[in-house]
Antibody
Framework: QVQLQQSGPRLVKPSQTLSLTCVIS??????????WNWIRQSPSRGLEWLGR?????????DYAVSVKSRIIINPDTPKNQFSLQLNSVTPEDTAVYYC???????????WGQGTLVTVSS | EVVLTQSPGTLSLSPGERATLSCRAS???????LVWYQHKPGQAPRLLIY???SRATGIPDRFSGSGSGTDFTLTISRLEPGDSAVYYC???????????FGGGTKVEIK
């Protein structure tokens, strides 16, 4: 059974960087069939896919247009984890953030527990 | 960009009744890319249906998905109290890569 364990600060000041980490058990971040995603949910924006990282002979990343200029998702192979970095945050970035596995780019089958991140001074 | 519109916003039904949830796409989408999730408060969303009609592992056959093109349906037959949740549809585009969610339908059990 795949399990995803998230960690990271729950309070971030405006203009600073939001950073979260997701540790994977039961699968590999280098899996050739999976991708590793970050999704957030807020009352104003609903469920919003932010981006993903995946390995297919080389590492690849895809990002949502809405955050493309300020997001980085990185894999960490030795630690079997991946991370989210969202720069220059504003209160609009306040949301519950989930790390999620997608299978064959088709669906999200395993989710982390979610982290409520609040952007406030 | 495909927009998914779910209706109704809220469905209030009694145990044993059938729930019919709609997901309408702004343009035709591939059935293979249409997915349904169940989301209960304080929990992560749970995969129910993928490929428009295939049940995920461990999902009871009370849950079924159907549809094609722009109109998709999630049906919950014989509602149980534990089915109270918000249900979301989602679809995937691969050029450029993008995942889109509907706004959700809240199912309340009386």
């Amino acid at each position: 059974q795949v399990q995803l364990q998230q960690s990271g600060p729950r309070l971030v000041k405006p203009s600073q960087t939001l950073s979260l980490t997701c540790v994977i058990s039961g699968d590999s971040v280098s899996s050739g069939n999976a991708a590793w995603n970050w999704i957030r949910q807020s009352p104003s924006r609903g469920l919003e896919w932010l981006g993903r990282t995946y390995y297919r002979s080389k590492w690849n990343n895809d990002y949502a247009v809405s955050v493309k200029s300020r997001i980085i998702i990185n894999p960490d192979t030795p630690k079997n984890q991946f991370s989210l970095q969202l720069n220059s945050v504003t209160p609009e970035d306040t949301a519950v953030y989930y790390c999620v596995r997608s299978w064959h780019s088709a669906y999200f089958d395993f989710w982390g527990q979610g982290t409520l991140v609040t952007v406030s001074s | 960009e495909v927009v998914l519109t779910q209706s109704p916003g809220t469905l209030s039904l009694s145990p044993g009744e059938r729930a019919t949830l709609s997901c309408r796409a702004s343009q035709s989408v591939s059935s293979t890319s249409l997915v349904w999730y169940q989301h209960k408060p304080g929990q992560a969303p749970r995969l129910l249906i993928y490929g428009a009609s295939s049940r995920a592992t461990g999902i009871p056959d009370r849950f079924s998905g159907s549809g094609s093109g722009t109109d998709f349906t999630l049906t919950i037959s014989r509602l149980e109290p534990g089915d109270s949740a918000v249900y979301y549809c989602q679809q995937y585009d691969d050029s450029p890569p993008r995942f889109t969610f509907g706004g959700g339908t809240k199912v309340e059990i009386k």
